[in-house]
C-alpha cells in the first residue's frame, strides 16, 4: 500500500487541525504512516507532515545529525526550500538533536510580527513517546477547563516555549510526534502549568 497524494494527506491534514483545535489530544497517524514507502532517517509521521504542510511557497530547517540526508528528501517530496533557522517558516527537531541544538532552534525562530503573527514558524519535535514524562495541566482555547498531559524532557523546551509566547498574537506552535505514530499539538494560545500547581506559562501575564 502507497501514499495516497490526496486522500491520505488530506486525512492527515484533518487530523493536524483536530490537534491543533484541541490541545493535548492525542491523534493517531499510524494508518497513514505504514503507506509510506521512503527510506528515511525519521519518524514516519515526520515526513507525514512535512508532505502535509511544506510547498514550493514556504521554507523549512531540520535539526540533526543527518541534517543533510532528511533536508535533502524533504525538498525531493515537498519542492520546499531548506533555509537557515531565522528564516523557516516550519522547523523539524528531530530525536537525535541535543538539548542544546533544541534550545538554540526554538530561541531563533521567528514570532511574525502584529501585523502578520501567522508568519511564525512552525515546530515539530519528535519524542519517544508522547505520554510519557513530565506532568503538566494545560488549559486555554479548545480545552474543557482543564486537561492532563505527560510529554518528555519538558525542560529543555518549556523555558524557551514561555519566552517565544509571552506577546500574544506573536509566538510559535509545536506539535509533538512519537515512534508509535501518535500527533499532540501545543499551540501558542495553550497555557501550561505543572501538576503541582506553579504557573510555567500564561498568555495573560
Same mark, same amino acid.
Not at 488549559?139 to 523555558?159: H, K, T, Y
Given at each position: 500500500?502507497?501514499?495516497?497524494?490526496?486522500?491520505?494527506?488530506q486525512t492527515v491534514?484533518?487530523? !493536524?487541525?483536530?490537534?491543533? +483545535?484541541?490541545?493535548?489530544? *492525542?491523534? $493517531?497517524? %499510524?494508518?497513514?504512516?505504514?503507506?509510506?514507502?521512503?527510506?528515511?532517517?525519521?519518524?514516519?509521521?515526520?515526513?507525514?507532515?512535512?508532505?502535509?504542510?511544506?510547498?514550493?511557497?514556504?521554507?523549512?530547517?531540520?535539526?540533526?545529525?543527518?541534517?543533510?540526508?532528511?533536508?535533502?528528501?524533504?525538498?525531493?517530496?515537498?519542492?520546499?526550500?531548506?533555509?537557515?533557522?531565522?528564516?523557516?517558516?516550519?522547523?523539524?527537531?528531530?530525536?537525535?538533536?541535543?538539548?542544546?541544538?533544541?534550545?538554540?532552534?526554538?530561541?531563533?525562530?521567528?514570532?511574525?510580527?502584529? !501585523?502578520?503573527?501567522?508568519? +511564525?514558524?512552525?515546530?515539530? *519535535?519528535? $519524542?519517544? %513517546?508522547?505520554?510519557?514524562?513530565?506532568?503538566?495541566i494545560l488549559s486555554?482555547?479548545?480545552?474543557?477547563?482543564?486537561?492532563?498531559?505527560?510529554?518528555?524532557?519538558?525542560?529543555?523546551?518549556?523555558?524557551?516555549?514561555?519566552?517565544?509566547?509571552?506577546?500574544?498574537?506573536?509566538?510559535?506552535?509545536?506539535?509533538?510526534?512519537?515512534?508509535?505514530?501518535?500527533?499532540?499539538?501545543?499551540?501558542?494560545?495553550?497555557?501550561?502549568?505543572?501538576?503541582?500547581?506553579?504557573?510555567?506559562?500564561?498568555?495573560?501575564?
Amino acid at each position: 500500500m502507497n501514499l495516497d497524494v490526496v486522500h491520505d494527506i488530506q486525512t492527515v491534514y484533518r487530523k !493536524l487541525v483536530t490537534a491543533t +483545535s484541541r490541545p493535548g489530544t *492525542l491523534v $493517531v497517524l %499510524d494508518r497513514e504512516a505504514r503507506t509510506l514507502d521512503v527510506q528515511m532517517e525519521c519518524l514516519s509521521s515526520t515526513i507525514l507532515l512535512a508532505r502535509t504542510v511544506l510547498d514550493p511557497e514556504v521554507s523549512f530547517k531540520v535539526i540533526s545529525k543527518a541534517e543533510e540526508t532528511v533536508s535533502r528528501m524533504i525538498n525531493q517530496l515537498t519542492y520546499s526550500k531548506p533555509v537557515d533557522l531565522p528564516e523557516a517558516d516550519f522547523i523539524f527537531i528531530l530525536h537525535d538533536a541535543s538539548e542544546e541544538q533544541m534550545k538554540e532552534a526554538l530561541n531563533k525562530a521567528k514570532v511574525g510580527n502584529l !501585523l502578520n503573527p501567522h508568519e +511564525s514558524a512552525m515546530i515539530i *519535535l519528535e $519524542v519517544p %513517546d508522547v505520554t510519557k514524562g513530565d506532568s503538566m495541566i494545560l488549559s486555554g482555547p479548545g480545552i474543557q477547563d482543564e486537561s492532563f498531559l505527560s510529554l518528555p524532557n519538558v525542560s529543555a523546551w518549556l523555558a524557551a516555549r514561555n519566552e517565544k509566547n509571552m506577546e500574544f498574537p506573536l509566538g510559535i506552535d509545536m506539535y509533538f510526534v512519537d515512534q508509535q505514530d501518535r500527533l499532540i499539538a501545543l499551540p501558542r494560545t495553550t497555557q501550561i502549568r505543572e501538576n503541582g500547581g506553579e504557573i510555567l506559562w500564561d498568555m495573560l501575564q
